[in-house]
């Protein structure tokens, strides 16, 4: 099993900046590559970013178009932590965020369906005023 814990949400204005923390516990040698996805009231769960990571110490990374340039996906091996920093936010990037895990490698093919994922956070909710 995996445990992630997200910290890191908030409120803030329009063009601001936020960054998220996801703290991966128990068996995590498991996990292969790890993603954001987000939530707004009423909408399907979306993703956001992701970030995958070999043996060799090769990492990918895939943003969500309305991401890119904006969110930048990172990862702490030893910490077992991912990070997504936020920033130029807009309101429509409100929404609960969650993070997850997923145990298959794919390299560089990003995944990007909830269903690939294997273990969720609790998830955070970041809210973007105008």
């Known amino acids: 099993q995996v445990q992630l814990v997200e910290s890191g949400g908030g409120r803030v204005q329009a063009g601001g900046s936020l960054g998220l923390s996801c703290a991966a516990g128990g068996r995590t040698s498991r996990s292969a590559a790890m993603g954001w996805f987000r939530q707004a009231p009423g909408k399907e769960r979306e993703f956001v970013a992701a970030?995958?990571?070999?043996?060799?110490?090769?990492?990918?990374?895939d943003y969500r178009d309305s991401a890119k340039g904006r969110f930048t996906i990172s990862r702490d091996n030893a910490k077992n932590t991912v990070y997504l920093q936020m920033n130029s936010l807009k309101p429509e990037d409100t929404a609960v965020y969650y993070c997850a895990a997923r145990t298959l490698y794919t390299g560089s093919r990003i995944r990007i369906t909830p269903g690939d994922y294997d273990y969720w956070g609790q998830g955070t909710q970041v809210t973007v005023s105008s």
């Open positions: 970030i995958s990571w070999s043996g060799g110490g090769t990492y990918y990374r």
